[in-house]
């Protein structure tokens, strides 16, 4: 025999359970997680991800990353990029394009890094009068 008081409990729990899901996922979704965890990268990771970004990005996007082969990829250029998008242009590449995937050869938390990088205009890690 089905007991029915128990299941319209457990039914009026997932409801509110979703909504904080939701709202967890939306909340976060722009924002890259490096943002949340910046300690997670020491400071000398951080400054070889910032050598990384500027010389192997900069031979296609520009050694200043106002564009070349690729786009340009300093904070102006990127503002109405999501960061989940760069996130995955940068994890998985552009395919029959010069973009390589870089997923095997860092992290998460570093290509959170580079994201928060070339999103933050406050980083000052990227000059665009450099």
Same mark, same amino acid.
């Given at each position: 025999?089905?007991?029915h008081s128990s299941m319209?409990? *457990? #039914?009026?729990?997932? %409801?509110?359970?979703?909504?904080? @899901?939701?709202? $967890?996922?939306? &909340?976060? #979704?722009? &924002?890259?997680? +490096?943002?949340?965890? @910046? !300690?997670?990268? !020491?400071?000398? *990771? /951080? &400054?070889?991800?910032?050598?990384? $970004? =500027? /010389?192997?990005?900069? #031979?296609?996007?520009?050694? *200043? ?10 904070? +102006?250029?990127? =503002?109405? =990029?999501? @960061? @989940?998008?760069? &996130? /995955?242009?940068?994890?998985?590449g552009i395919l029959a +394009? ?7 050869? $860092?992290s998460v938390d570093e290509? !959170? ?5 070339? =999103?933050? %205009? ?9």
């Open positions: 025999m089905v007991n319209e409990k *457990r #039914s009026a729990y997932k %409801p509110s359970v979703l909504l904080l @899901a939701g709202f $967890l996922c939306l &909340t976060l #979704s722009g &924002t890259p997680s +490096s943002w949340l965890v @910046a !300690d997670e990268l !020491d400071a000398e *990771r /951080q &400054t070889e991800l910032l050598y990384l $970004l =500027k /010389q192997d990005c900069g #031979s296609c996007h520009g050694m *200043r990353l106002k564009g070349g082969l690729g786009p340009p990829l300093l904070p +102006s250029a990127l =503002k109405d =990029k999501p @960061a @989940a998008y760069i &996130t /995955q242009v940068i994890s998985k +394009s010069a973009m390589p995937p870089w997923e095997n050869l $860092l290509i !959170d890094y580079l994201v928060y990088l070339l =999103k933050d %205009p406050e980083s000052n890690l990227l000059s665009e009068h450099d």
